[in-house]
């Protein structure tokens, strides 16, 4: 039996988040993405049994985004199904379709993917909704206006939390200058340039996710353990298909104390 997972505050949004979270990327994508070995997209009754598993071990908060293929729909379809009251992570930017992604950080195309996404999860309210980044952190920042469009879309009540999941130092440091409620940083072994901004951003009451903790699978579960242990880490987002996985996971973690 393993022992369920700590909550953290979630920065100041008033979210309690699982120290480890359950990304979703492979319950809808199995193409253009860089993981070592073929992904196999899982069955209805795969994912039941995935999250039920991960209920059990303390895990509340799941991330998906619509550039992950039909993971949107297929959680809407199957969250009513387990047990738990889960929160939700989503994001908005980037698309897939036929095999490719495209991005479109418009202020327009944020609203509609909001609006989106509240339907296929079959939600009222999204709890998390991050800018998915192309890399261009500074200019989706400064020239586009997503991060305004989210934070008047958490005005009129369709989010709770809103942030940016960047890919570049200095734009995760913009995106906390402007008002961001959660961040999602890199941090593992071999990528820390993230380090110090992780613990900046959870002390000025920022929520922080972390991504690519077993840098998109090359790692071990043991990784998990190093960033757990990191100050300022409140949840690390990791995707799997597998209860063998999830579970040694969950233990590598419980693992940091």
């Known amino acids: ?7 953290n505050a979630l920065g100041k949004t008033g979210l309690s988040v699982s ?19 073929p992904v196999k997209i899982p069955t209805d009754t795969e994912i039941i049994y995935l999250l039920e598993q991960a209920a059990e071990m303390g895990i509340n908060l799941i991330d998906t985004a619509p550039a992950y293929g039909n993971s949107e729909e297929r959680l809407g379809h199957l969250l009513g199904r387990t047990s738990q009251r889960w929160l939700i992570c989503t994001k908005v930017g980037e698309e897939y379709a036929d095999g490719i992604s495209s991005h479109n950080f418009s202020p327009e195309h944020c609203r509609m993917s ?5 339907q296929r ?11 998915h980044s192309d890399g261009n952190d500074i200019d989706i ?12 879309l958490k005005q009129a009540g369709k989010i709770r939390a809103v942030g940016m999941s960047h890919k570049s130092r200095e734009g ?5 200058a402007m008002g ?25 009451g920022c929520g922080v996710l972390i991504k690519k903790a077993l840098s998109s699978g090359h790692g071990s579960s043991a990784d998990l353990t190093f960033v757990a242990q990191h100050e300022g880490v409140h949840s690390i987002v ?7 996985h999830l579970r040694e996971n969950v233990e590598a973690v419980n693992a940091a104390g």
């Not at 120290?19 to 070995?37: A, E, I, M």
């Not at 990791?238 to 063998?244: L, N, R, Y």
């Open 19 to 37: 120290k480890l979270s359950l990304g979703t990327v492979k319950f809808g994508r199995d193409q253009g993405v860089r993981y070592p070995t």
């Open 1 to 7: 039996m393993v022992n369920p997972l700590p909550l």
């Open 238 to 244: 990791v995707g799997t298909t597998s209860a063998k």
């Open 180 to 204: 961001a409620d959660v961040m999602m940083a890199t941090l593992n072994r071999s990528e820390t340039d993230d380090a110090d901004l992780i613990q900046k951003a959870a002390a000025s």
């Open 114 to 118: 909001v609006e989106r996404s509240l």
């Open 141 to 152: 920042l400064q020239q586009q206006g997503t991060l305004q469009a989210l934070q008047a």
């Open 172 to 176: 995760g440091e913009l995106a906390l």
């Open 121 to 131: 999860l079959e939600v009222d309210v999204l709890d998390i909704v991050l800018i």
